[in-house]
């Protein structure tokens, strides 16, 4: 059974065409395109409105012959295709709060120290764009951050199988950042399909991870004993954050849900070194 009736379908590509233009205002105009969710369905409102006051059958004339065919229904999962435009503007509001929500938590996640300057860093390694793979806060910690990746990347395609050749955010690179603080070395790679591993699979990922980075740890701190964090994310979110001693042959671990802070605290180090922007790796 199909799920539109007439031109119903033409509510889809217009929702989301609405949506994607919400997200460029929010991005221009508030610098956060998720605040522009509700201008985008203002918008989905307003071109529904107009659509369906140009497509919809013209009434026919009082006293006028019969139609020679019933008029076209048009529909969308059942629902009227006229009536889609108040369904947006019911939505404006609850898309408004949701942001507004969002927008408050962030500004007190942005209270716990270091959050803003991790938040930085991990922004680095979202995408693979034309510029470096590897970042760092300091010149070493960037080279250390460039020889994990080479490392992964080489163990990755020797021992699995998973993933695209190119998946569209990493092109296919271990986008890496390196915070190099007083006593801590933290190691955050964005590992491409990182989502398709398989629990086991991703175990044995986490594993290969943490060994590379106790020995770029060791490189790093010049023979000493760090405390190392390793996150290893995906095109949204971590997997199991990796902490301990260098010297730890297996590392303990934390849910990335429930110990975000683990992240957070290291890049609070006032003397590790400047800000995140200033040190990347070339591209390979």
């Known amino acids: 059974m199909l799920i539109w009736k007439g031109l119903g379908i033409l509510i889809v590509p217009l929702l989301g065409l609405s949506l994607i233009a919400g997200l460029v205002i929010g991005g221009f105009a508030f610098d956060n395109p998720a605040a522009g969710l509700a201008p985008g369905l203002i918008i989905a409102a307003l071109l529904n409105w107009v659509l369906w006051k140009v497509a919809s ?9 019969p139609p020679l065919r019933p008029p076209r229904r048009d529909s969308l999962f059942f629902i009227p295709a006229r009536v889609w435009t108040w369904i947006f503007v019911i939505l404006v509001l ?12 962030e500004k007190e996640l942005a209270k716990i120290p270091g959050y803003t300057a991790f938040k930085e860093a991990d922004k680095m390694i979202a995408s693979a764009g034309d510029g470096p793979t590897a970042h760092g806060n300091t010149p070493k910690a960037t080279e250390t951050a460039a020889g994990f990746a080479r490392a992964f990347k080489a163990m990755r395609e020797v021992a699995f199988t998973e993933g695209s050749k190119s998946p569209l955010l990493t092109k296919g690179e271990f986008l890496t950042y390196c915070h190099h603080g007083r006593d801590t070395v933290v190691i955050l790679c ?8 398989a629990d086991d699979t991703r175990g044995s990922l986490e ?47 934390a849910n990335y849900y429930d110990q975000k802070t683990i992240l957070y605290t290291p890049f609070a180090d006032a003397t590790s070194g400047p800000a995140p922007v200033t040190q990347s790796a070339p591209s390979p």
């Open 57 to 65: 059958p013209k009434p026919l004339p009082a006293g006028g012959p």
């Open 94 to 105: 609850p898309a408004f709060l949701f942001v507004r929500s969002a927008e408050n938590h």
């Open 190 to 197: 964005h590992v491409p399909d990182f989502r398709k591993y």
């Open 207 to 253: 594993d290969i991870a943490w060994t590379l980075a106790r020995h770029q740890a060791a490189g790093l701190a010049d023979g000493g004993n760090p405390r190392l964090i390793v996150g290893l994310r995906g095109a949204t979110t971590y997997g199991d954050l990796l902490h301990g001693s260098a010297k730890d042959e297996e590392p303990a671990r």
